[in-house]
């Protein structure tokens, strides 16, 4: 594998995983598509990037899951998205976005308690955002946790 480009086939699968999310008429193979685009996306970072790019792999295949129903599944990528925060001094859009994938991981559980409180946790870590886009961003994508 020493002619592949890992980070060019990370970016194109994790923007993949974007346009299947993006699509309302998903089939259950477009479903399936999304995880594994989600955890190829993981893979080449994996050989590719750093902390910030893991941390946001780990985010987007908890995405993934939670978006075609595998609670348990999203949750145990949140969690290690959330405790790769630790690890690196994480832009604050970054730790505003790992508690999203929490509150969107308990969601999928059906946990409204853990739910509830990683979505307040990451309302006010979003409003701390200094940038307006990433701000934007990120609440645009809270705005999407199912409640």
């Not at 780990?58 to 595998?70: H, K, L, Q, T």
């Not at 832009?91 to 999203?100: F, I």
């Not at 990451?122 to 307006?132: F, G, H, R, T």
């Amino acid at each position: 594998m020493q002619d592949v480009d890992h980070r060019k086939i990370a970016v194109e699968t994790y923007n993949h995983c974007w346009d299947l999310l993006d699509r309302d008429d998903r089939s259950q193979d477009e479903d399936f598509e999304l995880l594994t685009s989600a955890f190829a996306s993981r893979y080449h970072w994996s050989l590719a990037g750093g902390p910030e790019q893991w941390a946001v792999s780990n985010w987007m295949v908890s995405r993934a899951a939670a978006d075609i129903g595998e609670g348990s599944l999203s949750l145990a990528f949140a969690l290690r998205a959330n405790d790769a925060m630790q690890e690196f001094d994480a832009p604050d859009w970054l730790v505003a976005s790992a508690a999203e994938g929490l509150a969107r991981a308990y969601a999928a559980l059906g946990s409204e308690q853990d739910r509830d409180e990683w979505f307040n946790n990451a309302e006010s870590l979003v409003e701390a955002i200094a940038d307006n886009e990433d701000r934007e961003l990120i609440a645009s994508q809270l705005a999407t946790v199912p409640r």
